[in-house]
């Protein structure tokens, strides 16, 4: 288990290595004064089998570890460790890792010191020290301290966030339970009794399987031999057994003889992999021993497993530049170094690899910088060979610079004759300007954010400026191992030279490229993630074996298949990361040859050029793909852009950025690259980088808006020509919030009568309405019962009735009113004077008159409502129910009231609370009177500042009733547009208004959702179904399956669309294949049933996700002639039987139905866009 983004044994190490060497001068003073008793005591220093049972310690155990009973020898430790960390954040004045803090707060949390507990929180605040990103025991053991404190806001998002990044975290249950509870306490009753019902679905299943290792390291393979003879042994322990068991033998020397260790080495992890062929530790751990013994592309093969299987580590990177520094091909061992030391930027074997790279192409620069970053890692053990390897390179590169003079004086001559010189002489100068350049840029210090090139470059050269831009490296680099498990570091021994030759882990040797010596690698090197990231380092940095045999040199001049950095980057759902910049990998071209496991292994990149990456910066900022001298620091790098916030409602990342998505060139491709690359279905976000940070609110617009534009005049468009192409337009522009159509139904000659009460009734008198029950009020007030109490709350209690008795009840409301208004009249004059400020106060607050409100009657029926619908036909494309350029007349099934007509029947004072589109569609709302309605309406950035202020008055968001209290947001700045909706007018809702709505007169409405088929609104909808999904909250609109349908019905040029559709097609049709690859592991066979025509999308049972072409049924409750069925994503399944013993898998799609649509779906040219 592991906490924080790494392993405890790295902050368990740094502790020990830091009080170590922090302490030894002081101890030795003290010792001098007689105080070496008391420094021993209050600084304890941790052993190594100390940090060994310290590993996998974190607040997932509270409540579960006993301490206080029979666990003295435990609390012994952690009170230990509590002081040994507490003593090293004192002598580095809080200058330390934020694991550091993290792993603090665990030990704390589970000793029950919730005082000191609570600085977990306090301390990690700043951005800076937050582990980026969070896992699932850092943000639960966050709740707990806030559920201690009665925080409960701060809690609920804790925990949500934990089940939004790990669905099957092991205390999943006491979340529900804890989440039930809180929102009890809030008067959250619809969402306390939703999360409690969770865990009566789920049997709990705490597996704990915590292996270690005490140095006895064949007791310790004699345990872990008798574990694996247990019978019905889970398969997530059995393959963590296999897995230590299969490193044990690769790394332990005392095991037996090299040969024999290193195939049962493999044999281990490859059962640990039939186990779990999900664990991205052990497909690179088995890349270490097929490294080991020389099997090159299998160890290749695997380094790309492990980056497809898990979250990106330095050592796999490392590894794989290894592997193409040996095959020669120093671009891409180029790649792989950086991002080895982008993922961790002390890695110090990466920086040494990288310098001995750069050394042998000629750019000593470069290397100088590579070797000055290795010598501050703290990983360095040969600082000694680095600083005088600096300086005989600091010597050669003066020589170069004077050797460059001459070159100069050429130049100079050439110039000033450019008119008179000869081809070949013009050839000449080109070559010494762009050589002269490129001095130029190495001697530069200041940053630049373009890439440097020839002026004639040579083919290869021109091959080398398409290099993929290397990934946003995810925010830590963590060993995705099992319990216990140590993740290695191959280091490398310093050369002598350019051309020398670095020991690598067991046995392997880098040599470095001769051939490539006249090249500038730097040149062509840029990172979407700016500085290198720190990032935190996997445990046990020991080289494995420094005694191994020689490596294959059997093929020292074959293109071994390249991995791309790229493909790991990924977002944290399906969909949820439309704008994240992924690079796409290589395409086949003529002439390429074929690696023997069937990967296309090109000469040359073909994707496209870095220019196309969006918003990239250069890897370290100096503008020439060099390294910084100053670049060590963590608190100067930027966060990366790829996991900041995969998608979150807020991050508003430019459609730009989504340029770059990795789409594979072909289906087939996709699923070669992620073979059993997914554990869950589309219930969670295991199919992406599952450590980037859960959706966030987005934090209120700046620059602040002036209070005098807080009260924005609404946009109205006077109706001349309802078909007016920029009328569409207009509408639908983002900058555009809301807009009023004054007399659409008069220009259409719209018979909007056919909607009047006398007319429901005529047509359909018993057809169902929902009633609502509310207060009357002023429509810029919202008070309590007892009229008392200004809140956001709005009352508002639900019933059914039909249109004919709600008819009665609009018309007695009306004669009722005539009388009253009539009585008023007849009184005295002196009756009628305006009342004072006072006394009209004092009414206003006196007990408020209940009206009704008649909503959400649908009228989608054809057969019912035929003259009504046909009538809706008159409109223009862009505001109609159903039209070719609507998303929504693509999902297939009926969504009641957004994809069909609603129907609202109104009494003076009825209010549609505050709310936003579901999936931030934009609606259509007509009037059909004869009386009025007020809108008020908050433009979509300001969301989260609405959603803010229904926390602070204990209303839900996304499920509440609420009533916003404009003095709040006048305060708050947010700027309200008001308007008056007259009979007639057409409202048109902009993508993720905030609006609200009361009626002033007796008047009926029409409704329906629309989707402009634009990036926009496909960014919006699927950002909501994101927060939705981490909200606990149920997406009403299925985005994978509108996805694959808009794929299979229209053609889209707009290329930000087609990026971010092709990209959720990608997502899920490797989430598809490698749950169907995990299912035939465990012989379970899937049962195919085609959709059916109009079958709605299906969603899980229990949690209320989408659940795509592989649904979960009980075989109980399976039968053929039902037409809906009892849907469970695979988490909840599996909650309920790990085996899935009583569940069936019902296939709706085939695989090649699927990946024919998805090659299928190309980018159109512009003229064949739909409309």
Request: aromatic share 6%; hydrophobic share 35%.
């Amino acid at each position: 288990m592991q906490s924080c983004g790494v392993s405890l044994a790295v902050a368990a190490c740094a502790a020990a290595r830091s009080l170590g060497s922090a302490s030894g001068g002081d101890e030795e003073k003290k010792m001098a004064a007689g105080k070496a008793s008391e420094t021993e005591e209050d600084f304890p220093t941790l052993t190594a089998q100390e940090r060994d049972s310290l590993v996998g310690i974190d607040s997932s155990l509270f409540g579960f570890q006993r301490l206080h009973e029979d666990g003295a020898r435990t609390k012994a430790l952690l009170l230990k460790a509590v002081r040994s960390y507490d003593s090293l954040i004192l002598k580095a004045e809080g200058k330390v890792e934020p694991e550091l803090f993290c792993q603090l707060g665990h030990f704390n949390l589970l000793l029950e010191d919730y005082a000191k507990g609570e600085m977990m929180p306090l301390l990690l605040s700043p951005p800076s020290l937050t582990p980026s990103p969070p896992n699932a025991a850092f943000l639960y053991g966050l709740g707990m301290v806030y559920f201690h404190y009665n925080a409960f806001q701060w809690a609920i998002k804790a925990f949500q966030e934990v089940l939004y990044i790990d669905p099957s975290f092991s205390r999943a249950k006491e979340i529900h339970l804890r989440l039930g509870l809180m929102f009890k306490v809030n008067t959250d009753y619809e969402s306390s009794l939703k999360v409690l019902c969770l865990p009566l679905s789920s049997t709990i299943q705490f597996h704990i399987a915590h292996l270690y290792e005490i140095q006895r390291y064949r007791a310790a393979k004699e345990a872990y031999e008798s574990l694996l003879q247990t019978e019905n042994l889970p398969a997530q322990v059995k393959a963590s057994t296999l897995q230590q068991l299969g490193w044990m033998h690769h790394t332990v020397e005392q095991l037996g003889d090299r040969a024999n260790k290193d195939s049962y080495a493999i044999q281990c992890l490859q059962k640990s992999l039939e186990a779990d062929p999900n664990s991205g530790q052990s497909w690179y751990f088995l890349g270490r021993c097929y490294s080991s013994i020389g099997k090159v592309q299998d160890a290749f093969v695997s380094y790309r497993q492990s980056i497809d299987k898990s979250e990106a580590s330095a050592d796999t990177w490392c590894s794989i530049g290894v592997l193409y520094q040996q095959q020669n091909q120093p671009m891409d061992a180029l790649q792989a170094y950086i991002c080895a030391v982008q993922l961790d930027h002390g890695h110090a074997a990466a920086w040494m690899d990288l310098g001995t790279l750069y050394e042998s192409c000629s750019q000593p620069h470069d290397a100088i910088k590579c070797y000055i970053n290795a010598m501050r890692s703290k990983a360095c053990s040969n600082a000694t060979a680095l600083t005088q390897r600096i300086k005989c390179l600091q010597v050669r590169r003066e020589g170069e610079i004077q050797e460059g003079g001459v070159q100069s004086q050429l130049l100079d001559q050439l110039r000033s004759n450019r008119a008179n010189l000869k081809p070949l002489q013009l050839q000449m100068l080109e070559q010494l300007e762009a050589q002269l350049n490129l001095m130029q840029q190495h001697q530069q210090q200041t940053p630049h954010n373009q890439v440097g090139h020839s002026a004639t470059p040579s083919p290869r050269q021109q091959a080398l400026n398409h290099l993929p831009s290397p990934p946003s490296p995810p925010h830590s680099a963590t060993s995705g191992g099992a319990p216990g498990t140590p993740a290695t570091k191959e280091s490398t021994p310093l050369g002598n030279g350019p051309t020398a030759t670095a020991t690598k882990g067991p046995g392997e040797m880098t040599t470095a490229n001769s051939t490539a010596a006249a090249e500038s690698l730097s040149n062509h090197v840029q990172s979407a993630a700016g500085d290198g990231v720190t990032s935190n380092r996997s445990p046990h940095h020991s080289s494995d074996n420094p005694k191994g045999g020689d490596p294959t040199t059997s093929a020292p001049h074959k293109k071994i298949n390249n991995i791309h950095p790229a493909v790991s980057s990924a977002a944290s759902s399906p969909i949820s990361a439309m704008s994240t910049a992924t690079p796409s990998p290589k395409s086949t071209e003529p002439g390429q040859s074929t690696g023997p496991h069937g990967l296309n292994s090109p000469s040359t990149t073909t994707t496209a050029a870095l220019s196309s990456a969006g918003p990239s910066t250069v890897v370290n900022g100096n503008g020439k793909g060099g390294i910084s001298e100053d670049s060590q620091s963590p608190l100067k790098a930027d966060p990366p852009a790829t996991c900041r916030r995969p998608t979150p409602p807020h991050a508003r990342t430019p459609p730009s950025s989504s340029s770059s998505v990795s789409i594979y060139p072909s289906s087939t491709d996709v699923l070669k690259a992620c073979r059993n690359l997914g554990k869950n279905g589309l219930s969670s976000s295991s199919i992406l980088l599952d450590k980037c940070p859960p959706p966030r609110l987005p934090p209120s617009p700046s620059p602040v808006l002036p209070k005098d534009k807080l009260n924005p005049p609404h946009t109205k468009h006077l109706c001349e020509d309802a078909f007016f192409p920029p009328l569409h337009q207009f509408c639908t522009n983002p900058s555009n919030p809301v807009t009023v159509i004054r007399g659409l139904a008069g220009a259409l000659k719209l018979d909007l009568g056919l909607f009047s009460t006398k007319t429901l009734v005529e047509a359909n008198p018993d057809h169902l309405v929902e009633c609502r029950t509310q207060l009357s009020q002023p429509a810029d007030e919202n008070w309590d019962l007892s009229g008392t109490k200004k809140m956001w709350r709005c009352e508002s209690g639900r019933a059914h009735t039909t249109i004919a008795k709600y008819a009665q009840y609009q018309a007695a409301s009306f004669q009722e009113s005539l009388r009253e208004n009539e009585k008023k009249a007849l009184k005295e004059p002196s009756d009628t004077e305006p009342a004072s400020a006072e006394s009209a106060a004092r009414k206003r607050r006196g007990p408020l008159k209940h009206i009704k409100f008649g909503t959400n009657i649908d009228v989608s029926d054809e057969r019912k409502w035929k003259l009504q619908l046909q009538e809706l036909s008159k409109l223009p494309a862009f505001a109609r129910v159903v039209s070719a350029g609507n998303l929504l007349s693509h999902v297939g099934h009926t969504i009641l009231g957004m994809n069909t007509v609603q129907l609202y029947m109104k009494v003076p004072g009825s209010r549609i609370p505050g709310h936003q589109e579901h999936n931030n569609f934009c609606s259509v709302n007509i009037n059909i009177g004869p009386g009025d309605c007020e809108w008020f309406a908050v433009p979509e950035p300001y969301w989260g500042v609405m959603s803010n202020f229904c926390e602070k008055n204990n209303i839900n968001f996304l499920m509440g009733s609420w009533w916003p209290n404009l003095e709040d947001l006048y305060e708050a700045d947010v700027p309200v547009y008001r308007f008056i909706q007259r009979p007639g007018d057409l409202v048109w809702l902009n993508t993720g208004t905030v609006h609200w709505v009361q009626a002033i007169g007796w008047c009926n409405n029409i409704a329906w959702n629309v989707g402009p088929l634009s990036a926009h609104q496909y960014k919006l909808a699927v950002e909501r179904y994101e927060w939705n999904k981490l909200q606990s909250v149920k997406s009403h609109v299925p985005m994978v399956h509108l996805s694959w349908n808009m794929a299979r019905n229209i053609k889209v040029s707009d290329h930000k669309l087609f990026q971010m559709i092709k990209y959720c097609l990608l997502r899920t049709l490797k989430q598809c294949q490698s749950v169907k690859e995990a299912l035939a592991a465990a012989g379970k066979e899937t049962v195919l049933q085609s959709r059916n025509r109009d079958e709605p999308a299906h969603y899980c049972t229990i949690c209320e996700v989408e659940v795509f072409n592989l649904l979960f049924v009980r075989s109980e409750l399976l039968s053929r002639k039902q037409k809906q069925y009892v849907v469970h994503c695979q988490d909840c399944a599996r909650k309920g039987s790990a085996e899935l013993d009583n569940f069936v898998v019902v296939e709706k799609h085939r695989m090649d139905d699927l990946m024919q649509v998805y090659d299928q779906f190309t980018l159109a040219p512009l003229h064949s866009s739909s409309s």
